[in-house]
């Protein structure tokens, strides 16, 4: 089987190709910025020097020098000038200078090499030759240099930027793209039920969550052969439980029927606790088979609850009396809520089917009732299927029912007596048969 790609390899391809695409982006920004602005500055240069050269020529051909001690100024053709000459002699005065350069010399001192005149001008002075002692200062703008050069940077930073932008909502969609397996394992282990033999972890895409769906996948089977331990060892010991029980009961029947009226109340009382430790065996049964499909079909509901016998209490039947459910499930649940009504001291219990969007069936006594913060909160626990310490069997039972039918039990919020409502989206009415 072919290993899926790594997430870790791809992402690495990723960055590698950002960084090349970057580097090569930024390079061929700055180059053509800086070849444009420096191709700009040296025809500026040239035309300078080609002027200066003409200037030069001319004068020295046709202009003799000045006696009234007054800066000669080099005749050129009408341009503006980006670069200013000078030269002075070493009493600082200018004897020479370029069309637009002041009379007054540009630096005060003679020393050779680069220097400012202020905010102005950049200034390089070189010593002419001969015994004169002459020098020359060429100069440039200094506005015009710092605009060359914030030019420079805005032109790369708009690029570098806009290249940057481009990279990281490339490199966004890359991860989004790549941790979208992720996601999907995530949903489908929260779709994940190991007690449904129809659902499955679906094959991973990426080499990285292959430990993952492994562990998942064992972690299941291990909590499936726990549970079907439990289940069969609860399953045997309320086996074992029915048979001593029913003869227990057998034996207090005829036991009452023989024995002094002074003893009847005390077999009465034992008699109704091994019917009580029955139907909680029965019950017992009936939760762990919960976890199994139902066995739907067709009863009558007042039949069903004609079974249901509970000392000092009255039970009614009324709305649809044939239903399709699993008739083992709903016996079970109908007799443990009837088991509470009976010990929250109900003397009467009405049982109603009605149809909505399945099959609702709602149980209301006329007992104490639940106070309104436990209601709250037992509901609370039922919505999480968190029982443990905090629902009683008869709850807890009737809820693992309406969920094996797909539905849920609510503790409906009544003025007197406890009112339950089991919702079964699968269940249905029928036909009563023939």
């Known amino acids: ?144 240099r710092r605009e060359v050069g914030f030019e420079a940077a805005k032109y790369t930073a708009q690029f570098a930027l806009g290249i940057g932008l481009a990279c990281v909502l490339w490199l966004r969609w890359r991860l989004k793209r790549e941790l979208l397996p992720v996601a999907q394992l995530s949903d489908a ?27 998942i996948t064992e972690l299941s089977a291990r909590l499936l052969q726990r549970i079907a331990n439990e289940r069969a060892f609860s399953a045997h010991a309320a086996h074992a439980l029915r048979t001593p029980l029913a003869g227990l009961d057998a034996q207090l029947a005829v036991a009452l029927r023989e024995s002094p009226a002074d003893l009847r109340p005390r077999l009465l009382r034992t008699r109704a606790a091994a019917n009580r430790l029955q139907r909680v065996v029965t019950a017992l049964l009936a939760l762990f088979r919960s976890g199994a499909e139902p066995d739907i079909h067709a009863f009558l509901m007042r039949d069903l609850v004609a ?38 001291h109900a003397s ?17 006594d ?23 310490e905090r629902t009683g069997l008869g709850l807890m039972l009737a809820d693992l029912v309406a969920r094996a039918h797909g539905g849920s039990l609510t503790i409906c919020d009544e003025p007197t007596g406890c009112t339950i409502e089991l919702r079964l989206p699968h269940g249905s009415a029928a036909t009563p048969p023939v």
């Not at 000092?312 to 649940?333: M, Q």
């Not at 009467?348 to 209301?364: C, K």
């Not at 104490?368 to 029982?387: D, H, T, V």
Request: proline fraction near 7%.
């Open 189 to 215: 282990v929260r779709r994940f039920d190991p007690l449904d033999p129809g659902t499955a972890l679906p094959p991973v895409t990426r080499a990285e969550l292959e430990p993952m769906h492994h562990a």
């Open 1 to 144: 089987m072919k290993r899926p790609p790594s997430i870790r390899s791809r992402l690495s391809t990723s960055v590698v190709l950002i960084a090349l695409v970057w580097s090569i982006a930024v390079t061929a920004a700055v180059w053509t910025v800086v070849r444009h602005e420096i191709a700009e500055l040296q025809d500026s240069t040239l035309e300078e020097s080609a002027q200066i050269i003409f200037g030069l020529l001319s004068h020295q051909l046709s202009h003799p020098a000045r006696e009234d001690g007054q800066a000669s100024t080099m005749p050129a053709p009408p341009h503006v000038e980006h670069l200013i000459w000078q030269v002075v002699d070493v009493r600082g005065r200018t004897i020479l200078r370029s069309h637009d350069a002041p009379e007054r010399p540009l630096l005060e001192r003679r020393t050779p090499g680069f220097a400012d005149a202020g905010d102005a001008w950049r200034v390089v002075t070189m010593e002419m030759p001969g015994a004169d002692a002459l020098v020359l200062h060429v100069a440039q703008d200094a506005e015009e």
């Open 348 to 364: 009467s219990a009405h049982i109603a089917v009605r149809e909505e969007n399945g099959i609702v069936i709602r149980v209301s």
């Open 307 to 344: 079974h249901l016998t509970f000392d000092g209490l009255s039970t009614t039947v009324g709305g649809i009396d044939c239903i399709r459910a699993d008739a083992d499930l709903i016996a079970a649940a109908l007799m443990n809520l009837l088991d509470n009504s009976a010990r929250h």
């Open 366 to 388: 006329n007992g104490s009732g639940i106070p309104r913060p436990k209601r709250e909160m037992l509901q609370q626990a039922i919505a999480a299927q968190a029982y443990s």
